[in-house]
């Protein structure tokens, strides 16, 4: 059972799991669950005052992870515009161009152009049947679910005792779209939950 479960964009979720204050010394403590993008989990392992783990892409079959990329791929929460630096521009919506070409060589073929979500989706089933290829072939996941990791979400767990470090970084414009949504329905969680007074011996119960 949760103290609280807030929902953000395209999947993203954050559950608070303990949410605790010291009557003694009045240190807290906080736990969350969530599921964010795979490719995002680099961003809270910067911050060495948190206690972390994640799913491994080595605990998934590989037939599960490629069924969650064909029917609920992971959709960037901003299409940011290309420029230099860590920030994307504003958001766009160009047709991408895709050249129609196989790992044959030789001339290069014709290509397409589809819309920015169609691309996307495209991309997500291509990487699929790739990942299902090197299944067939006999190799491991340790190998083909890497392939899949942009279209995946994952769930971890984070306990800390002090955040502001990490909302100050993460809830913010300049922050990676997908990591500052995790961060604000964290927030978002943190300010719903209740706090659980514990005294020394007692045992938190979420």
């Known amino acids: 059972m949760y103290k609280s479960e807030v929902y953000g964009k395209n999947g993203i979720v954050a559950r608070v799991v303990a949410k605790s204050i010291s009557k003694d010394n009045f240190k807290r403590v906080f736990t969350f669950e969530y599921e964010a993008p795979k490719a995002i989990l680099a961003e809270p392992s910067t911050h060495g005052m948190l ?4 799913q491994s892409s080595r ?12 029917n609920n791929p992971v959709i960037p929460v901003h299409w940011g515009k290309n420029q230099a630096g860590m920030v994307a ?3 766009i919506n160009e047709v991408v161009k895709i050249k129609k070409h196989t790992f044959d060589e030789g001339e290069e ?7 920015r979500d169609v691309a996307w989706s495209q991309s997500a089933k291509v990487v699929a049947d790739l990942m299902e290829a090197w299944e067939e072939a006999g190799y491991h996941k340790q190998i083909v679910n890497r392939l899949g990791e942009a279209f995946v979400m994952a769930k971890g767990v984070i306990t800390a ?3 502001d470090n990490f909302f100050h970084l993460r ?10 949504e ?6 978002e969680a943190l ?5 659980t007074i514990l005294k020394a011996g007692d045992k938190q119960i979420s």
Do not use: F
């Open 59 to 70: 605990a998934v079959p590989i037939k599960k992870m490629i069924e969650q990329i064909r």
């Open 182 to 187: 995790l961060a604000k329905c964290m927030w």
């Open 191 to 195: 300010e719903q939950a209740e706090t």
């Open 109 to 115: 073929g014709e290509s397409m152009y589809l819309l």
């Open 51 to 54: 206690a972390k783990n994640a």
């Open 161 to 163: 005792t002090e955040l």
């Open 89 to 91: 521009g504003g958001e």
């Open 171 to 180: 809830y913010h414009k300049d922050a990676d779209p997908s990591i500052m």
